[in-house]
């Protein structure tokens, strides 16, 4: 059984879209996404600095494009949703959400891609009014970090499974964990986002991605749909996007989905560009599946082959 995940921000890196560009066909697909939300993706992609692409408002749109766009390359299909209609489930990380909507066949690519452009202006406009931030855990155990962070007045806005737990705060909140860290706790490490994603820091952010859904019409999901909310499968194309408007200002439950993934049978993980981070998370939290990470378009074949075997197993098991 086959999922297909997205990472979140953060995961983006300076000039991890270039070699994508050089596909047949990927610098045209960027070009009309770029026209159609007002931002030059080529650019931030290729040529934009770490700073630059750590603006929210930048960072979501482009980790959303480069999802599609290596989707779409697993095949030969004309959009991210026939490329990645094989999976049995589909799941994002936070941002990634959407670009899982659009596997599901619940958004199209320029709808999810208009949705993620005025979700990264909303979320960078609440993340200016505190300095806030988010710092990973690394260690621990959930029943003695998350007591510690709420004494803190932090938020474990991330939940991830696998030993790993991200809180968000204001700089002073973060800081004060780095003097005082939760008993097994490693070592706090600041994340490359500029805000409080997913506390009651990102709460104006809600109202204006509501206004923006309201625009959409979403399609029922071709497959499973697996949220970060709770964890839970997704029957329907409206609580879909209802839960992508609310899952701004509430904690990812990314250790949820894997139990989730569990349930499901889930045999093989490929994440898309830029992917590592929930491939290295399944790798602890999700022992003998097997995982693949979309990093550059040399990764392609050998994601192709695991999808194929993927399908054979599963084509083997429902003759058995």
Known sequence: MLVLVAPGQGAQTPGFLTPWLELPGAADRIGMWSDAIGLDLAHYGTQADADAIRDTAVAQPL????????AAALSTASSAAAAAGTPDAVAGHSVGEITAA??????????ALTLVRKRGLAMAEAAA???????????????????HLE??????ANVNGAGQIVAAGTLEQLAALEADKPEGVRRVVPLKV????????????VDALAQA????????????????????????????????VGQVANPVRWDLCMETF????????????????????????LPGVRTLALKTPDDLD????????ASTSAADAAGA
Do not use: W
């Not at 004494?151 to 474990?156: A, H, R, W």
């Open 262 to 285: 569990k349930e499901l049978g889930v045999t093989t993980l490929v994440e898309v560009c830029p992917g590592g981070t929930l491939t290295g998370l399944a790798k602890r939290g």
């Open 302 to 309: 050998a994601a192709r082959e695991l999808i194929a075997e």
């Open 63 to 70: 980790l959303v494009a480069a999802g599609l766009l290596s």
């Open 102 to 111: 659009a596997f599901a066949g619940v958004l199209d690519d320029t709808a």
């Open 151 to 156: 004494k803190l007045g932090l938020t474990p």
């Open 129 to 147: 009014i505190t300095e806030t931030g988010m710092s990973a855990l690394l260690g621990g155990d959930p029943e003695t970090t998350v007591p």
């Open 213 to 244: 859904a309201e625009a959409l019409t979403p399609a029922e999901p071709k497959v499973a749909y697996v949220s970060n909310k709770d964890g839970q499968t997704v029957a329907t194309g409206a609580e879909v996007l209802s839960r992508l």
């Open 194 to 205: 500029a805000g409080a994603f997913h506390t009651h820091h990102m709460a104006p952010a």
